[in-house]
């Protein structure tokens, strides 16, 4: 609904999230900067309209290499220079490619939005800032960042209630990374600062 517009009260009401989120997208064009990459595609408040912008768009597994999606609170830009991501970091799950389902990626990516969409994380869901989904030609990622590497407690509760609401088996290790070791990594790994 525009700003300023009153609802129509002949209308059944929709139901508001707890906040408004954004859903970007990255398309892998190499002749631009990474951040010229990066577009809003729309923002949404309520259940119905989550629901609405789901089923419209394509699923992670439909796109192309290279793109991302990512789903991030409103005023918060799905980049690690953003002041409320700066000082945080993600936890990030890794999808082998060559597992039994492609598929697998979509589900956990609505799992993540479920996630975020109902503040799965308690108290600890106002540390969340978004996730990203990655395709790549080397495994899929998929991450959920929050905004300070300092606040423990929040980001062990976040990745243990990630991995059960994903469903892998406690013997699989998810890790977390600050976004300034991401930045500087060199090669595929870098440091963990957690792992669950
Ligand atoms: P990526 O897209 O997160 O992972 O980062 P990918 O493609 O799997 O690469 P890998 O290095 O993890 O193996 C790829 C590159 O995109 C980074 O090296 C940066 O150059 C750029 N990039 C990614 N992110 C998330 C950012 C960001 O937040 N800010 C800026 N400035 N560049 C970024």
Redesign the pocket.
């Known amino acids: 609904m525009a700003e300023g517009q009153q609802p129509d009260p002949s209308l059944p009401k929709k139901h508001r999230l707890q906040n408004r989120w954004c859903l970007w997208y990255f398309k892998n064009d190499k002749s631009k900067d990474?951040?010229d990459n990066l577009k809003l595609v729309i923002s949404f408040d309520t259940v119905e309209d989550f629901w609405a912008v789901y089923n419209h768009i394509v699923p992670p597994s439909g796109i192309a290499t290279?793109c991302?999606y990512m789903l991030f609170k409103d005023g918060i830009q799905?980049?690690?220079?953003d002041d409320k991501n700066k000082h945080g970091g993600r936890w990030l799950v890794n999808i082998d490619k060559k597992g039994p389902r492609p598929t697998i990626i979509d589900q956990y990516w609505i799992e993540t939005l479920m996630c975020l969409i109902g503040e799965a994380f308690g108290d600890s869901s106002d540390e969340v800032c978004g996730a990203v989904v990655?395709i790549?030609p080397?495994g899929n990622?998929i991450a959920i960042w929050t905004g300070d590497v300092k606040k423990r407690d929040n980001i062990l509760h976040i990745g243990k209630e990630y991995k059960e609401r994903l469903g892998l088996p406690p013997g699989y290790l998810i890790s977390y990374q600050s976004h300034t070791d991401t930045m500087i990594?060199t090669g595929?790994s870098s440091k963990s600062t957690f792992t669950v």
């Open positions: 990474w951040k290279g991302d799905p980049m690690w220079e990655n790549r080397k990622k990594k595929s």
